[in-house]
C-alpha cells in the first residue's frame, strides 16, 4: 500500500461529487466530455484489475469508490444529452 496512491486517489475523488452535482443540477453537458470521462473510467477499471491480480490491498475501496462516481458522472452524461 502506497501513501502517495492514496493520496492521488482521495485528490482525484474529491473533485467527482462537484462533477456529479453539476451536472445534476444543470442538465447540460457544457464543458463535459464523453471521452474524457471514459478514458477516467478505463483507468480506474486498470488500477481494479491491479489491486486484484497483483497488489491486493484496501486501497481497491478507493479505486472502486472513484469508478463508481465516475460511472454516476457517465449516467448523467447520457440522461443530459436528452435534455
Do not use: Q
Amino acid at each position: 500500500m502506497s501513501i502517495f496512491e492514496i493520496i492521488m486517489l482521495v485528490c482525484f475523488g474529491a473533485a467527482w461529487p462537484a462533477s456529479i452535482y453539476r451536472s445534476y443540477k444543470a442538465k447540460s453537458n457544457k464543458g463535459k466530455s464523453i471521452l474524457f470521462l471514459l478514458i477516467v473510467f478505463t483507468g480506474y477499471c486498470a488500477g481494479i484489475l491491479h489491486k486484484v491480480f497483483c497488489s491486493t490491498d484496501l486501497v481497491i475501496i478507493l479505486y472502486i469508490l472513484n469508478l463508481l462516481m465516475v460511472s454516476a458522472d457517465i449516467g448523467l452524461y447520457i440522461r443530459n444529452r436528452r435534455f
